[in-house]
Structures are given as structure tokens and as C-alpha cells.
């Protein structure tokens, strides 16, 4: 038997169809186009599985399973999506809606969850138990496994652990908390950080990456600037850095994971941010004599890691 994993985004509605072996066989997706009625957005689920099983040349009698990974908070105890605000939810009845739409069982969780869930089967932590997966993104997403199972907390709202304070009275986030990791680590701070240093030196390198347009900076200016020697550019780097990997050692400190992976764009810089990060973390960390040590890598899965995740949540 096939399991279906969903992506509920915000922007689109990303469908796989999942095999034994965690290949994705099908694949169908369709816009959110959030913000509408709930009732609109399950609809457009169940066609964009439909596209998905049309894809892999499958039906519904080969599902045993489906699971959807979205933004915001799910009670699994109620099957209810209690609240995810980029998508305009609040208390819909998930389980319930989905699996009157396509007869089979359904469950939910939040969408870094199940992309934690897809590395730790088919990506970075395949074969280990305990791994978090990090996504330095708009925000700071995180996802935690413990012993094989997700880590949700009494309120299935646990792990949020872009909203761990790293500066006390620091930048403000919009969580209403100052200080919080994700306004320092997230894509969206690296983005912050590269504008205030070209404002101050207006003869970097990172101007030129940037076309000369402070509005086209992206994660990749600083890193690009710094590669043509540019110094401004070299201590935006180095200061987002470590802004990571104090995050990143609190992870360590707290957890022990066998792995902690760390996804999004940003990471496709590699060993330029890994290094450091993993240099940091070697003199920071509490276990300094433990044979065993949590391994620092790049997520391997990509878009398609809360899809199989999603899909193994029936498991």
C-alpha cells in the first residue's frame, strides 16, 4: 500500500504520493490561495490527491493513509487545526473535513514537524532516533523527534524553537518577544542585517551583488560580497553565523539529538556556514568528553522532506 502526504502551504497545496521505500511516486500540487473558507482549501486538497494519484497511476483503493503537515498549531486529541494564521484558521475541524472527502484515515501536525519527521526516515537522519531539523526560512522553523515519535508538548504547540530568546532586550520579533532567535538567524534577519551594513558602507561589494538596488538584497548578497573579498560583507557573515550557532549549540545543550539538520535556502552555502557553525558548537557544548556527539549537517530532502514526513504520520 501507497500513503499520501500533503504540504499545506500558504502559497500552494503540494501533494505526494509515498511508497515503502519513501519515493515519491506522484505528484500533484494546486495554489492555496489563502486567505478563504476552510471548506474551499479541503476541497482543493482532495484534487490536488487526485492529481498526485493520477500522476503515479494509482487510485484511492492503493492509500492506506493520508497526512497533511500545515502551518500553525493541531489538537491531535480533537483532530482540530486550532489556529494557523497565514492561512486565516481558527478551531477547523481538520480530521474530519479531509477524511469525509476522500474515505480514508487522515492526520495532521505542523508542517516543521513532519519535515523533521521526513528526514529522520528517508534524509539526514535516516537509521538514527533523535534528531531536530532546523529551516533558517522567512522565520526559524523547527521540528523535534524524540525516541522515534514527534515531540508536540501538552498543548501540541512544542517546538518552537525560533522563539528561544538568544539577546534579552534584543531586536524585536514579531511573536511580541525581543531577542528571539529567529530575528537574528532566520533568512529574513540575514536580509536585515546585509541592508543596515551596505547603508553604512556604501562602497561594498555587496551593492554590486545587489545590482545596486538595496530592495533585490537577498541571503546570497553578504555570502556573494564576501567570496570577492569584501570585508563589510565578511563580518555580516561572520556575525550571522555565530547568531546561528548559538541557537544551534542551545539545541545541542538542551537535546543531545543524533543529528541536527539544518534546512532552507541559506544552506546551500554548505561548509561555508556548517564549518564555522560546528567549530562553534565544539567549544561550546556541554558533552566535551562524550564519545558520542550530535552530528551538524545539512537537511538532504529539500521541498519534498514534509511531504514524506506528512505521509508517515499515519505510522
Known amino acids: 500500500m501507497y500513503k499520501i502526504g500533503v504540504d499545506l ?16 511516486v506522484g505528484k500533484g500540487s494546486v495554489p492555496t490561495n489563502a486567505i478563504r473558507p476552510a471548506e474551499d482549501i479541503f476541497d482543493d486538497i482532495k484534487k490536488a490527491i487526485d492529481i498526485a494519484l493520477d500522476d503515479a497511476g494509482l487510485s484511492m483503493d492503493d492509500i492506506s493513509t493520508v497526512g497533511v503537515g ?9 483532530g482540530y487545526i486550532e489556529y494557523a494564521n497565514n492561512l486565516g484558521f481558527n478551531m477547523v475541524p481538520a480530521t474530519e473535513m479531509l477524511e469525509s472527502r476522500i474515505g480514508k484515515p487522515c492526520f495532521f501536525a505542523n508542517d516543521a514537524s513532519c519535515a523533521a519527521l521526513g528526514e529522520l526516515y528517508a534524509g539526514a537522519g535516516a537509521g538514527c532516533k533523535n534528531l531536530i531539523a532546523v529551516t533558517l526560512g522567512t522565520g526559524v522553523g523547527s521540528g523535534i523527534v524524540i525516541d522515534g515519535k514527534l515531540f508536540r508538548g501538552a498543548n501540541f504547540t512544542g517546538g518552537e524553537i525560533g522563539h528561544t530568546v538568544i539577546n534579552v532586550n534584543g531586536v524585536p520579533c514579531n511573536c511580541g518577544r525581543n531577542g528571539c ?9 540575514l536580509i536585515n542585517q546585509t541592508k543596515e551594513a551596505m ?3 556604501p562602497e561594498s561589494k555587496m551593492w554590486n551583488c545587489a545590482g545596486g538596488k538595496i530592495e533585490a538584497v537577498n541571503g546570497r548578497t553578504a555570502f556573494d560580497a564576501m567570496r570577492m573579498g569584501d570585508k563589510a560583507a565578511k563580518e555580516v557573515v561572520d556575525k ?3 547568531f546561528v550557532a548559538v541557537g544551534v549549540i542551545n539545541i545541542v545543550n538542551i537535546f543531545q539529538p543524533d543529528v541536527l539538520c539544518i534546512g532552507g535556502g541559506i544552506c546551500n552555502e554548505g561548509e561555508t556556514l556548517l564549518a564555522p557553525i560546528r567549530e562553534y558548537c565544539e567549544k561550546e557544548r556541554y558533552s566535551k568528553y562524550a564519545k558520542k556527539q550530535t552530528v551538524i549537517c ?8 514534509g511531504i514524506i514526513g506528512a505521509a508517515m504520520l499515519g505510522q
Open 199 to 201: 547603508e553604512k558602507n
Open 70 to 78: 500545515t502551518p500553525g498549531s493541531v489538537n491531535n486529541d480533537t
Open 240 to 242: 550571522y553565523i555565530y
Open 9 to 24: 502551504g500558504g502559497t500552494n497545496i503540494s501533494v505526494g504520493v509515498v511508497n515503502d521505500n519513501y519515493d515519491i
Open 181 to 189: 532567535w529567529e530575528s537574528y538567524a532566520s533568512a529574513t534577519a
Open 298 to 305: 545539512k537537511a538532504k530532502l529539500g521541498n519534498d522532506a
